[in-house]
């Protein structure tokens, strides 16, 4: 009956991420194509078929590319909110709308000793939320796609035992590059991403005396390395009194191979 998830994806590629309980089990996100999704499933010993949803952060590609596929041949049940179905609705296909489900902002969804906290992310998405999950007294935070961490977000995931937390691209490496300075600049927004530092400088405000683990998650393939978003991450952690790999450790999340199912 513990709390269990596997990072499946994560990345600019594709993104998705496994929880379950003895009761219960859901897909965040199904940002790889419906194949993908399968294999991933395969990799981590679970049924896809036993699905009990489907939640989604938001609409982009990199978030829902599997989505309609894994919805019309499984009859999985989708959550989302109304402002994130309305920008899906030509993206994912015709789904069944007795499999369309609501997911409010802000708000609580219980599903049997499973409580689903959602919340709003600043990101440049019609209206896009993460979610935390609580199960019997323990908390598995996910957040990425923020182009920054507000006082409300910090709240909202304090002192989780375990983050899933985005730290997608080096400053440096991301200005250097070669995407048009559009592209940079929107990745640099309060609506883009949150770079290895700040993402650093959140955790550190959020660890808690029950955190132990952090993930990092949704690394950009052009603009950050594994080893470099630990290294900066462990390094200002550090300087702000976090004890890396006593208080707190960290752990790599890869584009296409899932992290080991772990209990929370």
Same mark, same amino acid.
């Given at each position: 009956?513990?709390?269990? #998830?596997? $990072?499946?994806?994560?990345?600019? *590629?594709?993104?998705? $991420?496994?929880?379950?309980?003895?009761?219960?089990?859901?897909?965040? @996100?199904?940002?790889?194509?419906?194949?993908?999704? =399968?294999?991933?499933?395969?990799?981590?010993? &679970?049924?896809?078929?036993?699905?009990?949803?489907?939640?989604? *952060?938001? !609409?982009?590609? /990199?978030?829902?590319?599997?989505?309609?596929?894994?919805? &019309? &041949?499984?009859?999985?049940?989708?959550?989302?909110?109304?402002?994130?179905?309305?920008?899906? /609705?030509?993206?994912?296909?015709?789904?069944?709308? =007795?499999?369309?489900?609501? #997911?409010?902002?802000? *708000?609580?969804?219980? #599903?049997?000793?499973? /409580?689903? !906290?959602?919340?709003?992310?600043?990101?440049?998405?019609? =209206?896009?939320?993460?979610? $935390? #999950?609580?199960? !019997?007294?323990?908390?598995?935070?996910?957040?990425? /796609? *923020?182009?920054? $961490?507000? @006082? &409300?977000?910090?709240g909202i995931i304090s002192n989780a035992n375990v983050f899933v937390f985005e730290s997608n691209h080096d400053v440096q490496m991301l200005r250097m590059c070669r995407y048009p300075w559009n592209i940079k600049r929107r990745i640099l927004s309060d609506v883009g991403h949150v770079s290895n530092e700040d993402a650093a400088i959140a955790m550190s405000e959020v660890i808690g005396d029950q955190s132990k683990r952090i993930y990092l998650a949704h690394l950009s393939l052009d603009n950050n390395m594994k080893d470099l978003a630990k290294m900066s991450v462990a390094q200002t952690l550090e300087s702000r009194g976090v004890a890396v790999g006593e208080q707190i450790s960290l752990y790599d999340t890869d584009p296409k191979r899932p992290t080991p199912l772990t209990a929370v």
């Open positions: 009956m513990s709390l269990q #998830f596997s $990072v499946l994806a994560s990345g600019s *590629t594709g993104n998705a $991420v496994y929880v379950e309980t003895g009761e219960h089990s859901f897909l965040i @996100d199904a940002g790889l194509s419906g194949k993908q999704m =399968e294999a991933l499933f395969e990799q981590i010993g &679970r049924d896809i078929k036993k699905l009990s949803g489907i939640l989604v *952060t938001h !609409e982009h590609s /990199d978030h829902i590319k599997g989505l309609g596929v894994l919805a &019309r &041949r499984y009859k999985v049940p989708i959550f989302a909110n109304d402002k994130t179905w309305q920008a899906m /609705d030509k993206l994912v296909g015709e789904i069944p709308m =007795e499999q369309k489900f609501t #997911f409010g902002m802000e *708000t609580v969804k219980s #599903f049997g000793s499973l /409580d689903i !906290e959602s919340f709003g992310v600043s990101h440049d998405a019609a =209206e896009p939320m993460f979610y $935390v #999950f609580h199960h !019997e007294g323990k908390k598995l935070a996910l957040m990425t /796609d *923020t182009g920054y $961490v507000s @006082d &409300r977000m910090k």
